[in-house]
């Protein structure tokens, strides 16, 4: 185990936010996140044996949130390491892979960090190759790519994950042509960063996807590529799941709305798809022999549902945390209610008061009352309560 890179107490003691910007020790922390690799590490530490140089400042940091034998197999094979390994085993496993990564980048302290997985469809080999490009051309951020010219995907299994992988590819960088520029593979689970381009706290990953989430969140200032072969699995089956997809689209979704602007415009879409269960609502209501007035009420609170639930999946996700979810979903439908009622009075205000036509005072009155209700329920439903949430939202009691 290391002393050097990562202090013992600080492993041991999940409390410890071990996050010093960088100290300019140099060196390579090597960060593997492990759920259930048994068979997989201790060919994987072989292998680093000949990639690495020996001894620190190069070390590896495994974490784990494995239900087998992994750590203990791990710290087997680490006694015939020249280099410290260390095992970060997590009792609650919070974000997944992206959530491990981004734990052991918070404790990492060396110039460099590599995030690789450790099934070596990542070669090893390829390790220093990372960082010296890094280090030859200035990226901050060194990606290991599997579209350049002598890069591909060999190992990703079957043309459905082909597909899929593709298809993630195009949409991510469709949403963040920026931030993804010179990026050809947001995707790959394989890069190095420099320790001081990113912010430890500002990751809040949701899964796989922890290169978007940190090309994204932190911007790093360039970028560069190393072509790879994405190897097969040496032992072992993935543990990418349907879920998995899911969960991508609302990680994409709550990178893409991190921006106040771009929240806006995301709720004005939400509350547009509202109109689909409001009128099927109505229909059904009315079908049922309601009243049209009655129905149009009770349809009405069946769009604030849809609306409540997409916003709380894709634009609020981690602010829902400071209120109940009752409280969340009275005050919303609230708003959502008031927002009608201010509605008529303020189209005859607009009439009366400044001589508009009906038709530009409705409009102005619905883009009136959008703007107040969406700064309303940033204000009422999500935003943190008082100065006592500052310290609920510490990245350590991040859940
Ligand atoms: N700590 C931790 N917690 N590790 C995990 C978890 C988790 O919940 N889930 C998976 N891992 C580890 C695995 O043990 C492995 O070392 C690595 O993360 C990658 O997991 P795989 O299950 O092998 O992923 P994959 O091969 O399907 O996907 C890989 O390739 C994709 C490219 O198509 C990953 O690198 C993806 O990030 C990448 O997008
Ligand atoms: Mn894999």
Redesign the pocket.
């Known amino acids: 185990m290391s002393e050097d890179l990562w202090p013992p107490h600080a492993l041991d003691d999940p409390e410890v936010d071990t996050a010093p910007a960088s100290s300019g020790s140099g060196g390579v922390t090597l960060i593997?996140?492990?759920?259930?690799?048994s068979a997989n590490v201790a060919e994987l530490l072989r292998q680093l044996r000949s990639a690495l140089p020996a001894g620190p400042p190069c070390g590896v940091l495994f974490?784990?949130?494995s239900t087998d034998d992994t750590p203990a197999v791990i710290e087997k094979a680490a006694a015939d390491c020249p280099f410290p390994v260390a095992v970060l085993h997590r009792e609650n496993?919070s974000g997944?892979?992206g959530g491990?990564v981004a734990e052991g980048i918070a404790r990492a302290d060396s110039d460099w960090i590599v995030v690789m997985?450790?099934?070596l469809?990542h070669p090893p080999h390829l390790v220093p190759e990372l960082v010296g490009e890094g280090d030859r051309t200035g990226a901050d951020l060194v990606v290991a790519s599997r579209y350049l010219p002598d890069g591909s995907r060999a190992g990703?299994a079957g043309g459905y994950r082909v597909a899929v992988?593709r298809g993630a590819t195009w949409l991510a960088k469709g949403l963040f042509p920026r931030a993804l520029r010179g990026i050809s593979d947001p995707?790959?689970?394989f890069f190095a960063v420099r320790r001081r381009a990113v912010t430890a706290e500002a990751l809040k990953p949701l899964g796989?996807?922890i290169l978007l989430e940190l090309a994204v969140r932190c911007r790093p200032k360039k970028t560069a590529e190393v072509p790879f072969v994405?190897q097969d699995?040496f032992a072992g089956e993935?543990?990418?799941t349907a879920r998995e997809g899911l969960r991508f689209l609302t990680h994409l979704a709550a990178l893409r709305s991190a921006s106040p602007l771009a929240r806006m415009i995301g709720f004005g879409l939400v509350g547009l798809s509202g109109f689909v269960p409001n009128l099927l609502a109505l229909w059904l209501l009315t079908h049922a022999g309601m009243q049209y007035l009655a129905a149009e009420v009770l349809a009405n609170q069946a769009g604030v549902l849809w609306n409540f639930l997409l916003i709380e999946t894709l634009l609020f996700r981690d602010r829902r945390r400071h209120r109940h979810w009752a409280d969340r979903v009275g005050r919303f439908a609230l708003l959502a209610n008031a927002d009608l009622l201010l509605r008529i009075p303020l189209i005859a205000l607009f009439v009366a008061r400044l001589g508009l036509d009906v038709l530009p005072a409705t409009a102005l009155a619905l883009v009136t009352t959008f703007v107040l209700r969406f700064a309303a329920t940033e204000a009422l439903v999500y935003l943190p309560r008082g100065p006592r949430a500052a310290g609920r939202t510490r990245p350590t009691t991040r859940s």
């Open positions: 593997i996140p492990t759920f259930n690799e974490v784990d949130d496993p997944g892979l491990a997985d450790a099934d469809q990703l992988s995707m790959s689970g796989y996807k994405f699995r993935s543990k990418c």
